[in-house]
């Protein structure tokens, strides 16, 4: 025992050399500044999600979509299977010692006895023994390790990523939930117009002021606001079963009135202008980053594999013909056997090993500059599309009141006998049309503001306030 402990102590103090690539990270493939480039913000903290969603039905859905969503569960589970791949990596570090205590009987007949007689012969032995000890002089183990450890942090960049993605996802389903609603009691609103409508020309009709084509255009235009109504409720529920996949659990009604406000998604104004340099807090473009570092280890465990690998093997303890002197003087035993292997003819195995580390660790680059792109167009496009928004809700409310006042003038004009039912028909038409679209530009005004905050990286690590660094200011 005593001649192996201190075999193993220099055998853990052995390794330590590396061959693993400096590490650098490559260049940015995108402009450095995103959006505005007049302005120079090199950082911005967001608002936690709960921050960003103050409307409390929302945050409820969010909450249960965080605790019961199949695919942030298994994001979850990916994240504790790379940290025990971690851990096995690792342990290879160290020696594996175990205790062993064997013990045998044999009876020799006489026949193959050397003394002619027949014989019991009894062994008995208690130990610790280490097997196969790789001494890692030119960091294989350690190469793996390092693998491993960027890939247990890439995972955790992952789940986070499906975290930001799944409140999105959320968020931007419960606002869809209420824009159709919206447009539901739209459609409904205009069914019970155009049911007036169909009376009141009716009226007309039996009076002998109106013409009976008259009559069957509001009948047309009454059956075709009620498919229009059919047609979203259809929709709303098809909103509501999407809603409740992605939270895992039943969806309550949602709320009465003008249910697409702005303050259902709050987010202070990013400026128009940020250095590219803030992207680089998305959670999958460091998942992307984590995972070249774990494909550029990966090359020095290949590169060591050229060089000797050396084995331990030793056992140490006590050995005796009788059960009862396994403890006595003398009885002890030990046994130690290193073991050296060089590689000499592989047929272009390591070679070919080693070429197909370094091809990874190239395709892992161009998927780290292709995560950056892809962040930078999406934050672009949401700063770009911003502005134009607000100008587009400010000119669809005003088309939604000139339209009002012209079906008021279209149906005065026409109770009057100075224009015909067309004239009418069309107005309600514009109108319909435009309070619909109202309420899907008011959508894409709020899921602008979500699609922003996932793609500069907001997260549930994320800031309560929003803070601008030097040279911007928060809005």
Same mark, same amino acid.
């Given at each position: 025992?005593?001649?192996?402990?201190?075999?193993?102590?220099?055998?853990?103090?052995?390794?330590?050399?590396?061959?693993?690539?400096?590490? /650098?990270?490559?260049?940015?493939?995108?402009?450095?500044?995103?959006?505005?480039?007049?302005?120079?913000?090199?950082?911005?903290?967001?608002?936690?999600?709960?921050?960003?969603?103050?409307?409390?039905?929302?945050?409820? !859905?969010?909450?249960?979509?965080?605790?019961?969503?199949?695919?942030? #569960?298994?994001?979850?589970?990916?994240?504790?299977?790379?940290?025990?791949?971690?851990?096995?990596?690792?342990?290879? !570090?160290?020696?594996?010692?175990?205790?062993?205590?064997?013990?045998? &009987? /044999?009876?020799?007949?006489?026949?193959?006895?050397?003394?002619?007689?027949?014989?019991?012969?009894?062994?008995?032995?208690?130990?610790?023994?280490?097997?196969?000890? =790789?001494?890692?002089?030119?960091? +294989?183990? +350690?190469?793996?390790?390092?693998?491993?450890?960027?890939?247990?942090?890439?995972?955790?960049?992952?789940? &986070?990523?499906? /975290?930001?993605?799944?409140?999105?996802?959320?968020?931007?389903?419960?606002?869809?939930?209420?824009?159709? *609603?919206?447009?539901?009691?739209?459609?409904?609103?205009?069914?019970?117009? /155009?049911?007036?409508?169909?009376?009141?020309?009716?009226? &007309?009709?039996?009076?002998?002021?109106?013409?009976?084509?008259?009559?069957?255009?509001?009948?047309?235009?009454?059956?075709?606001?009620?498919? *229009?109504?059919?047609?979203?409720?259809?929709?709303?529920?098809?909103?509501? *079963?999407?809603?409740?996949?992605?939270?895992?659990?039943?969806?309550? #009604?949602?709320? =009465?009135?003008?249910?697409?406000?702005?303050?259902?998604?709050? !987010?202070?104004?990013?400026?128009?202008?940020?250095?590219?340099?803030?992207?680089?807090?998305?959670?999958?473009?460091?998942?992307?980053?984590?995972?070249?570092?774990?494909?550029?280890?990966?090359?020095?465990?290949?590169?060591?594999?050229?060089?000797?690998?050396?084995?331990?093997?030793?056992?140490?303890?006590?050995?005796?013909?009788?059960?009862?002197?396994?403890?006595?003087?003398?009885?002890?035993?030990?046994?130690?056997?290193?073991?050296?292997?060089?590689?000499?003819?592989?047929?272009?195995?390591?070679?070919?090993?080693?070429?197909?580390? =370094?091809?990874?660790?190239?395709?892992?680059?161009?998927?780290?500059?292709?995560?950056?792109?892809?962040?930078?167009?999406?934050?672009?496009?949401?700063?770009?599309?911003?502005?134009?928004?607000?100008?587009?809700?400010?000119?669809?409310?005003?088309?939604?009141?000139?339209? #009002?006042?012209?079906?008021?003038?279209?149906?005065?004009?026409?109770?009057?006998?100075?224009?015909?039912?067309?004239?009418?028909?069309?107005?309600?038409?514009?109108?319909?049309?435009?309070?619909?679209?109202?309420?899907?530009?008011? !959508?894409? &005004?709020?899921?602008?503001?979500?699609?922003?905050?996932?793609?500069?990286?907001?997260?549930?690590?994320?800031? #309560?306030?929003?803070?601008?660094?030097?040279?911007?200011?928060?809005?």
């Amino acid at each position: 025992m005593k001649a192996l402990i201190p075999a193993l102590a220099v055998a853990l103090t052995l390794g330590g050399c590396s061959m693993i690539p400096d590490y /650098q990270t490559p260049d940015s493939p995108v402009p450095q500044a995103v959006g505005d480039g007049n302005q120079d913000v090199d950082t911005v903290v967001l608002p936690g999600w709960e921050t960003l969603f103050p409307d409390p039905q929302l945050r409820a !859905l969010i909450h249960t979509a965080l605790a019961n969503n199949r695919d942030l #569960e298994l994001a979850m589970l990916d994240v504790a299977e790379a940290r025990a791949q971690y851990g096995i990596e690792g342990a290879a !570090l160290f020696p594996e010692i175990g205790a062993s205590a064997d013990g045998s &009987r /044999q009876r020799l007949p006489a026949d193959l006895s050397g003394t002619g007689d027949s014989t019991i012969t009894s062994q008995y032995s208690v130990g610790l023994g280490v097997a196969a000890y =790789e001494l890692d002089l030119f960091g +294989r183990v +350690r190469s793996l390790e390092e693998s491993a450890l960027q890939s247990y942090l890439a995972t955790e960049a992952a789940r &986070r990523s499906a /975290q930001i993605t799944l409140v999105s996802e959320v968020a931007n389903a419960y606002l869809t939930l209420l824009a159709d *609603n919206q447009k539901l009691r739209i459609s409904e609103d205009t069914v019970a117009a /155009q049911q007036a409508s169909v009376d009141l020309v009716r009226q &007309r009709f039996d009076a002998g002021l109106a013409a009976e084509l008259d009559v069957r255009q509001a009948e047309i235009a009454l059956e075709t606001a009620r498919a *229009n109504r059919a047609q979203l409720r259809r929709q709303v529920e098809q909103d509501r *079963n999407a809603l409740s996949v992605l939270v895992s659990g039943p969806v309550p #009604e949602t709320p =009465e009135g003008n249910v697409i406000d702005p303050a259902v998604a709050l !987010l202070a104004s990013v400026p128009a202008g940020l250095d590219a340099s803030v992207l680089l807090q998305r959670p999958d473009i460091r998942q992307a980053e984590f995972n070249l570092r774990a494909a550029n280890a990966n090359i020095g465990a290949a590169r060591a594999a050229f060089y000797p690998s050396i084995t331990l093997t030793g056992s140490a303890g006590t050995a005796s013909a009788d059960l009862s002197g396994l403890f006595e003087g003398g009885s002890g035993t030990w046994s130690f056997a290193p073991s050296i292997n060089l590689p000499i003819f592989t047929a272009g195995r390591l070679r070919d090993s080693l070429d197909v580390a =370094e091809i990874r660790r190239d395709k892992a680059v161009i998927r780290y500059e292709q995560a950056i792109q892809s962040a930078f167009q999406e934050v672009a496009d949401a700063l770009a599309a911003r502005a134009h928004l607000a100008e587009q809700v400010e000119a669809q409310a005003s088309l939604v009141q000139a339209t #009002e006042r012209s079906l008021n003038l279209a149906q005065a004009r026409y109770e009057g006998g100075a224009d015909d039912y067309l004239a009418v028909l069309d107005a309600q038409r514009e109108l319909l049309s435009a309070r619909q679209t109202l309420v899907d530009t008011k !959508l894409l &005004r709020l899921a602008n503001r979500i699609t922003l905050y996932r793609a500069l990286g907001g997260g549930e690590y994320a800031s #309560e306030s929003l803070m601008i660094g030097e040279g911007g200011n928060a809005q």
